[in-house]
């Protein structure tokens, strides 16, 4: 019913830049948050790395403020995530998080639908 697709990582030298992007598919009559996600350790949980409200407010891990920048593109229920500067310690694989409302095969609207992406890797070489 709904997909959410993540693509644009990559391999990378310490300061250079990668933009993530994130799509989402299926009867979706509203997108709320969406966010990127990180996982640095096999069997740590996720971390948040930025995130955006329905009315493009941002949030940003301190670790990446003024490196990463989040944005959203409601027309196509889309989200990106501009990479520059970045370091070693950003390699990791990289999850698209959406929260969002939507229509069932039989539609039945359902709200507050939390989805996760497969992830994208990015690894930044010294």
């Known amino acids: 019913q709904v997909q959410v697709v993540e693509s644009g990582g990559g391999s990378v030298q310490a300061g250079g830049s990668l933009r993530l992007s994130c799509a989402t598919s299926?009867?979706?009559?509203?997108?709320?948050?969406l966010g990127w996600y990180r996982r640095q350790a096999p069997g740590k949980p996720r971390k948040l790395v930025a995130?955006?409200?329905?009315?493009?407010?941002?949030n940003y891990a301190d670790s990446v403020k003024g490196r990463f920048t989040i944005s959203r593109d409601n027309s196509k229920n889309t989200t990106s995530l501009q990479m520059n500067s970045l370091k070693p310690e950003d390699t990791s694989v990289y999850y698209c998080n959406v929260y969002l409302d939507y229509f069932t095969e039989d539609q039945v609207p359902v709200r507050g639908g939390h989805y996760w992406g497969q992830g994208t890797q990015v690894t930044v070489s010294s």
């Open positions: 995130q955006i409200s329905s009315d493009g407010r941002p």
């Open positions: 299926g009867s979706i009559f509203n997108v709320n948050t």
